[in-house]
């Protein structure tokens, strides 16, 4: 009974300590992992002794098994083919060819600094290949990395782990079994991902199979139908193959995310749920049983092993696996800072030394305390300095440019021209041929098809623009198209002409849909304005001293429906004016006005392309008095 009682107690400070570093994590915005860490070490053996993870015995490395499975089938549900394929080569070589490097130049760093010998640092070196999803999802997502960059990153982490997990155990089973022969560890390795990746994608229909047809089932009997499958699948995987379940998990994710499951995202949230407990409870138990002493026993030369990892193989890494992408230099030095190492090096290492010290092999301790050391120091380095580097390389989401337009009308396309003179990448979309003709005019490119088809946005390159805009004469049909592109591609800015208040709106997607220029905007009015020539093009700055005043008269003007605001430029970035914009001083908003009087701005949208487009400060906005209008182009526009 005691004993029952004392591991009734160690779970249950691991799941308190581990959900307290969450949320201290998520209150202070650093990386949970590095609170995971130093709440675990406090709470072991050489902190204050709350935590004995040796206690647990044989059920330590159930736990690890079972939860490292969750894990990975939750990076798998993440992977997106249709993202993954714009980056596949570059993918393919990290996961092979990246592999290589830095099982390579890990083992030679361990050796020749760290003063390891050749078999425990080609271990260590096949236990940190790895990059760990559960560090890089959060991180990126607190970040708000490009999407091209994060689906690189993302995809690199969770198809890297069953990679580099069972080149590990591979690379035991040679240590222990002293068998020398590389070709018997290609053959191991190979089986071992091929038995995984056959049963996953069984397995991973199965469970789209019980999502897609068992209607009788109630939604939480179905996450839990499928998180019984998912243990089956990997205990199956591992009695024919020993370690091919975690090429399994990966595999049944991935198959299930990519079969148009319903209702999918109650299983992800399930899932997700299940992932951050079994992260935390991993990350506390693993860390308390880790020994400082043997942390500082290895002295200088395995930092040196590790600084070398992270600042000389990793650039190599990147530079051999991106060479012929279409990634720029700061997307490259970006890749190449940010690779921490998470949970599946630090569950692989711990079962390394257990397995190690039992057949009676030495280095298992001095493994596990060098591969947490490279935890620790790629943790906190990059997690805590990736934001700012992100920033200062202007890689950022918000950072990203170019703008995808729904619907080729007079409005749209004066918007399109701003735009494309600013340098940026343009591409609108509409079904009506005639419409398409009249943006091809203007040396626009245009997609003459259906948005609501995701394989058109995929080729407008939505997912590398900044900007959505859907502007079709159809409110409703903007507001579906909208949130159809933030689910699937995740632009940074996604915006929509409907006529409803987005708070108003009863789907859950309105937060991350903005609704256009202004509530109600009747674009039919406006399109018939510019059509006649009704209209000004203006633009005003708002200014410290009279900024109050400004924002009320043209407040009142958009009342009275006179007035849209069009565009903002801020920091010398264009991007399209939402509803509910908060204005700043310095702001710089472009505006069309309505005027009765005819002929003013002649058909605007059906200008030359060589016309540059020209704006002026309108008395009427401006309220003060103006000798001369001064006419400023859109260089002039941007240059002031």
């Known amino acids: 009974m005691e004993a029952s009682l004392e591991i009734t107690l160690q779970m249950a400070i691991a799941v308190v300590a581990g959900i307290s570093a969450q949320v201290m994590a998520a209150y202070l915005r650093l990386p949970s992992i590095v609170l995971l860490l130093f709440l675990g070490i406090l709470l072991g053996s050489d902190g204050v002794g709350l935590l004995h993870p040796h206690t647990l015995g044989t059920g330590l490395e159930v736990i690890v098994a079972l939860a490292t499975a969750i894990i990975l089938f939750e990076g798998g549900l993440n992977l997106d083919l249709r993202e993954l394929g714009r980056v596949s080569v570059s993918l393919q070589l990290l996961v092979t060819l990246g592999t290589l490097i830095t099982l390579l130049g890990g083992s030679m760093a361990a050796h020749w600094l760290g003063e390891f010998p050749w078999n425990i640092a080609f271990l260590y070196a096949s236990i940190v290949v790895v990059t760990g999803p559960t560090v890089v999802g959060p991180l990126l997502k607190q970040i708000n990395v490009d999407r091209q960059v ?44 091929g038995v995984g990746a056959a049963i996953g994608a069984v397995g991973g229909y199965l469970m789209s199979w019980v999502f897609k047809r068992a209607n009788l089932l109630s939604f939480e009997l179905k996450n839990l139908v499928v998180l019984a499958i998912l243990w089956g699948l990997f205990s199956l995987a591992q009695a024919i193959r020993t370690e091919s379940g975690v090429m399994t998990t990966v595999v049944a994710g991935a198959v299930f995310a990519n079969s ?28 308390a049983d880790l020994s400082i002493a043997s942390v500082f026993a290895l002295g200088w030369g395995s930092v040196l092993t590790v600084l070398v990892l992270m600042f000389v193989v990793r650039p190599i890494n990147i530079l051999a696996c991106t060479w012929n992408s279409d990634l720029n230099w700061r997307q490259k030095l970006f890749l190449s800072w940010v690779a921490p190492r998470g949970i599946v090096s630090a569950s692989v290492a711990s079962l390394f030394a257990i397995s190690l010290t039992q057949r009676g092999f030495n280095g298992g301790d001095a493994i596990k305390a060098l591969v ?38 007079p409005l749209s396309l004066l918007i399109a021209r701003f735009f494309q003179e600013r340098g940026e990448v343009v591409v609108m979309i509409d079904t009506d041929a005639a419409r398409c003709e009249k943006a091809a005019e203007q040396n626009i490119r245009v997609i003459a098809s ?95 001293v009279d900024f109050e005043a400004q924002q009320e008269r043209i407040q009142e003007k958009i009342r009275t429906g006179a007035l849209i605001p069009l565009l903002l430029e801020r920091e010398e970035r264009l991007q399209v004016m939402p509803a509910n914009q908060e204005w700043e001083v310095g702001d710089r908003i472009i505006y069309l006005l309505h005027d009765p009087r005819p002929n003013l701005l002649k058909r605007l949208s059906g200008a030359s392309q060589s016309t540059p487009l020209v704006v002026e400060k309108l008395p009427e906005v401006e309220e003060i008095p103006v000798p001369t209008l001064a006419q400023l182009s859109t260089s002039e526009v941007s240059g002031n």
């Open 150 to 193: 994060a689906t690189l990153l993302e995809g690199e982490g969770v198809l890297i782990d069953p990679v580099g997990a069972i080149l590990a155990f591979v690379v035991l089973d040679t240590i222990v079994n002293n068998d020398a022969d590389p070709v018997n560890a290609i053959v191991g390795l190979l089986m071992r991902l």
């Open 260 to 287: 148009s499951v319903p209702e999918q995202r109650l299983l992800r949230s399930f899932k997700g749920q299940l992932t951050i407990l079994s992260v935390s409870v991993l990350f506390i138990l693993l860390a």
């Open 372 to 409: 947490f050391l490279t935890i620790i120091m790629t943790v906190v380095c990059q997690g805590l300095t990736a934001g700012g580097i992100a920033q200062l390389l202007q890689i950022t989401s918000k950072d990203a440019t170019g703008v995808v337009i729904v619907g080729c009308n």
């Open 450 to 544: 259906s948005a609501l088809d995701t394989g058109v946005l995929e080729e407008a390159g939505l997912s590398s623009m900044g900007t959505f805009l859907a502007m079709t004469s159809n409110g409703e049909v903007n507001f579906v198209l909208a949130q159809r592109a933030a689910e699937e591609f995740k632009p940074p800015r996604v915006l929509a002409v409907y006529p409803r208040d987005p708070q108003a709106s009863n789907s859950g997607n309105h937060k991350t849909v903005s609704q256009a220029f202004v509530n109600d905007l009747t674009i039919k009015t406006w399109n018939e304005y510019l059509n006649d020539g009704r209209v000004k093009l203006g633009t005003t700055t708002l200014d410290e």
